[in-house]
C-alpha cells in the first residue's frame, strides 16, 4: 500500500516537472535571435505595462444629486415621452387614421399559417 502511494506521488511530480517544461514565460525573450522569435515579430515594450488603477475612487461630485421632487419630475417626463414615441404622431383634425392591411403570402395562405403546417380549425 505504502509502495502505491510512493509510486503515484512520484509519478504526480514527474508529471508535474513535466508540464513545467511546457510553461517557458519569459525563457523565449533570453534565446538568440534566430532561435526565439519569429521573424517580423514586434518587441516588446522597454516598460511593463501598468495595470488600471481598479481601487481608485472617483473625484467627489459638482452637482449634488437630484431631490425626490426633482426625480418625481423626471419620471413623469420620460414616462410622457415614452407614449408619444409608441402613440405615434397625431392625426390632423378631420383626417382618419390609416390603418394597415394585413400581408398576404404569395402562395395563397393567410398571413397567419405557416409551409408545411397544417392546422384544424
Given at each position: ?8 506521488l ?9 508540464l513545467s517544461a ?5 525563457v523565449i ?9 519569429p521573424?517580423?515579430t ?5 516598460a511593463?505595462?501598468e495595470y ?6 472617483p ?7 437630484l431631490?425626490?421632487?426633482?426625480q418625481?419630475k423626471l ?5 410622457a415621452v ?5 402613440t ?7 383626417q ?15 398571413p ?10
Amino acid at each position: 500500500m505504502a509502495r502505491a502511494f510512493h509510486r503515484s506521488l512520484w509519478a504526480a511530480l514527474g508529471l508535474a516537472a513535466a508540464l513545467s517544461a511546457c510553461a517557458p514565460g519569459s525563457v523565449i525573450d533570453k534565446l538568440p535571435g534566430d532561435m526565439g522569435l519569429p521573424a517580423g515579430t514586434p518587441q516588446r515594450p522597454a516598460a511593463a505595462y501598468e495595470y488600471p488603477a481598479v481601487h481608485d475612487m472617483p473625484p467627489a461630485r459638482v452637482a449634488p444629486p437630484l431631490t425626490e421632487e426633482q426625480q418625481v419630475k423626471l419620471e413623469k417626463e420620460l414616462d410622457a415621452v415614452r407614449v408619444r414615441q409608441e402613440t405615434g404622431p397625431a392625426p390632423k383634425p378631420g383626417q382618419a387614421p390609416k390603418k394597415k392591411k394585413p400581408a398576404t403570402a404569395k402562395n395563397g395562405q393567410s398571413p397567419g399559417a405557416q409551409d408545411g403546417v397544417k392546422t384544424n380549425p
